[in-house]
């Protein structure tokens, strides 16, 4: 009886292993709970974000000119583009309450990373900005783009992880550089993001080989967007 009752447990293994192609595969707790990380951060990110109430708080403060944030308003809403892989948003992004005055445009692509265990966002820049202009208000816009249409930037990846009731994005250290023709120098671009249910928190500083600020807001602290609608 005890043989039979070893070797039935053993039979159904072999019966599953035979059925598998001789591979058992399931998803790892902690690559499962990337996944769900990843369905939470994006279904907080789409929407629009502003920081209207911390330039107007500022000016009221009479905080020193050179101290103020300038004015900011972001977009991100789904958006697909053939060949760009993972979950995709597009951001359109604005300046000083002027929407014509957009200062980025990007495809934003969310992935697991299971070897950073964060949600890895990937950015795809468009080669001819305009043809993404308002894509959130008509996608059809894009319909003929593809990820031909896009350049990387190697290093410049944000890595997002789940902490408490938020999530904290980075950059890895320096890894993010490009030569700015405006200011004639390689620039070293490093950042950290809040994001809450209620807000994007950006902390942005770009400084040069020697480690001088070139622009940013680390001498501001960070720019505090606050959410004005969902999608």
């Known amino acids: ?19 598998t192609g001789g591979q058992i595969s399931a998803e790892s707790p902690r690559a499962s709970g990337l996944h769900s990380d990843m369905e939470e951060l994006l279904r907080w990110f789409p929407g629009t974000y502003d920081n209207h109430r911390q330039v107007y ?17 972001h977009v991100f ?5 053939t060949g760009i892989p993972g979950r995709t ?7 000083h309450y002027d929407p014509k005055d957009l200062y980025r445009q990007r495809i934003y692509s969310f992935e697991v990373d299971e070897a950073e265990q964060a949600v890895r966002l990937t950015i795809y820049t468009p080669k ?16 003929d783009m593809t990820a031909d249409d896009f350049i990387l930037k190697p290093g410049c990846e944000v890595y997002w992880k789940r902490a408490a009731e938020q999530f904290e994005g980075y950059l890895k250290k320096n890894a993010c550089s490009y030569y700015s023709t405006s200011f004639g120098t ?38 505090v967007n606050l959410k004005i609608s969902g999608e």
Do not use: C, W
């Open 57 to 73: 708080r500022q000016a009221v403060d009479k905080v020193e000119p050179e101290l103020r944030q300038r004015h900011t308003n």
């Open 186 to 223: 390689r620039v070293f671009l490093n950042e950290t993001l809040i994001l809450r249910p209620d807000a994007l928190i950006l902390h942005d500083r770009a400084v040069d080989a020697e480690g001088n600020l070139i622009f940013g807001s680390a001498d501001k602290g960070p720019t």
């Open 77 to 81: 809403s789904p958006l697909r583009i």
């Open 128 to 143: 001819d900005p305009d043809r993404l202009t308002d894509a959130h208000l008509d996608p059809s816009k894009v319909m």
């Open 89 to 95: 948003l597009y951001a359109q992004q604005y300046q």
């Open 1 to 19: 009886m005890s043989g039979s009752l070893i070797r039935l447990p053993l039979l159904g293994l072999v019966a599953v292993f035979a059925l």
